[in-house]
């Protein structure tokens, strides 16, 4: 059984950049595909990237490309997602979650806690 931490969030103006940190524990990264997701205050979750257990790389929502790149270090059993041109729209509690395929993995059991982020403008 794999637990999920995320760390990194922060409050940062517009324009600047976070790094978010997802790391397991109980078992290898490796054999899983972790998404992120966030959640903003009245809002449903949403999807944001994935990247799959082979690094094959899905991102959920264009809008996101270019500004968000997800990447993982399987020996530090850590994905990061790294956030640039952040803006107000962006502040949102911001989770991982670990399947086996990214296919399933925002109806995963496995979920972190989740970080806040607040982008002020």
């Known amino acids: 059984q794999v637990q999920l931490v995320e760390s990194g969030g922060g409050l940062v103006q517009a324009g600047g950049s976070l790094r978010l940190s997802c790391t397991a524990s109980?078992?290898?990264?490796?054999?899983?595909?972790i998404g992120w997701f966030r959640q903003a205050p009245g809002k449903e979750r949403e999807g944001v990237s994935c990247i799959s257990n082979s690094d094959g790389i899905i991102d959920y929502q264009d809008s996101l490309k270019g500004r968000f790149t997800i990447s993982r270090d399987d020996a530090k059993n850590t994905v990061y997602l790294q956030m640039n041109e952040l803006k107000p729209e962006d502040t949102a509690v911001y989770y991982c979650?670990?399947?086996?395929?990214?296919?399933?993995?925002?109806?995963?059991?496995?979920w972190g806690q989740g970080t806040q982020v607040t982008v002020s403008s």
């Open positions: 109980g078992s290898t990264l490796y054999y899983y595909a």
């Open positions: 979650a670990a399947a086996r395929r990214c296919a399933t993995v925002a109806v995963s059991y496995y």
